[in-house]
């Protein structure tokens, strides 16, 4: 049984930084693709970033990409995502989620296990 659980969200400033870390646990990791999404009460769930098994490729969303990085430690079966130059509107509850395959379309549908999900507050 596969299991998320998302860890080190919380209130940072504009501009500021904040690294997302999920333990994956049930499974090898090495097996699954691995995602983050984010949502908020007004948006529908938003694809941020997915890396492969391997950790080989990755693929970010339009409004992270060279802000964001997901990386994964297959041995320690962790994902994190590196969020750097926060905006206000980088506010959400962010999810980690894992998937058989890897693919670069960015659809929630395409993963199958999912964590609960950890705040993140840009806010001066």
């Known amino acids: 049984q596969v299991q998320l659980v998302e860890s080190g969200g919380g209130l940072v400033q504009p501009g500021g930084s904040l690294k997302l870390s999920c333990k994956f646990s049930?499974?090898?990791?090495?097996?699954?693709?691995m995602a983050w999404f984010r949502q908020t009460p007004e948006k529908e769930r938003e694809f941020i970033a997915a890396?492969?098994?391997?950790?080989?490729?990755?693929h970010y969303g339009d409004s992270v990409k060279g802000r964001f990085t997901i990386s994964r430690d297959n041995a320690q079966n962790m994902v994190y995502l590196q969020m750097n130059s926060l905006k206000p509107e980088d506010t959400a509850v962010y999810y980690c989620?894992?998937?058989?395959?890897?693919?670069?379309?960015?659809?929630?549908?395409?993963?199958?296990?999912w964590g609960q999900g950890t705040q993140v507050t840009v806010s001066s």
């Open positions: 049930g499974q090898p990791m090495s097996n699954y693709a």
């Open positions: 989620a894992a998937g058989k395959w890897y693919r670069e379309r960015g659809y929630s549908e395409d993963y199958d296990w």
């Open positions: 890396i492969f098994s391997s950790g080989i490729y990755t």
